[in-house]
């Protein structure tokens, strides 16, 4: 299983970034996806995540109202829109895809997660 990101960049605050998920080699439609997060000298932190059948989305309290997470079942990618973005959404950013057969349960924690992509660095300057 693949899970490669893209759409990473610099930005300035107020501005906004759509970030992409490619998934291969899973049925896509049985997997939950999420968005995570990390920060230099911080931990990891889960942003965003939607259930396989997008019936379900689930976000952290900072970026409720920002961010919006979607998902093309049919072009096997995810997505995280941000916009309003913050010098504290600098980080780099992690995809993960969770095996979820007939559930529509969204992890919160990054064990729940069976694949991860390399991240994205996004970039907010103040």
């Known amino acids: 299983v693949q899970v490669v990101e893209s759409g990473g960049g610099l930005v300035q605050a107020g501005g906004s970034l759509r970030l992409s998920c490619a998934v291969s080699?899973?049925?896509?439609?049985?997997?939950?996806m999420a968005w995570f997060r990390q920060a230099p000298g911080k931990e990891r932190e889960f942003v965003a995540g939607i259930s396989r059948t997008s019936g379900r989305t689930s976000f952290t309290d900072s970026v409720k109202g920002r961010f919006t997470i979607s998902r093309d079942n049919a072009k096997n990618t995810a997505y995280l829109h941000m916009n309003s973005l913050k010098p504290e959404d600098t980080a780099v950013y992690y995809c993960?895809?969770?095996?979820?057969?007939?559930?529509?349960?969204?992890?919160?924690?990054?064990?729940?997660?069976?694949?991860w992509g390399r991240g994205t660095q996004v970039t907010v300057s103040s």
């Open positions: 080699g899973r049925t896509f439609s049985n997997v939950a």
């Open positions: 993960a895809a969770a095996a979820a057969f007939y559930s529509e349960n969204i992890p919160l924690s990054g064990g729940g997660y069976d694949y």
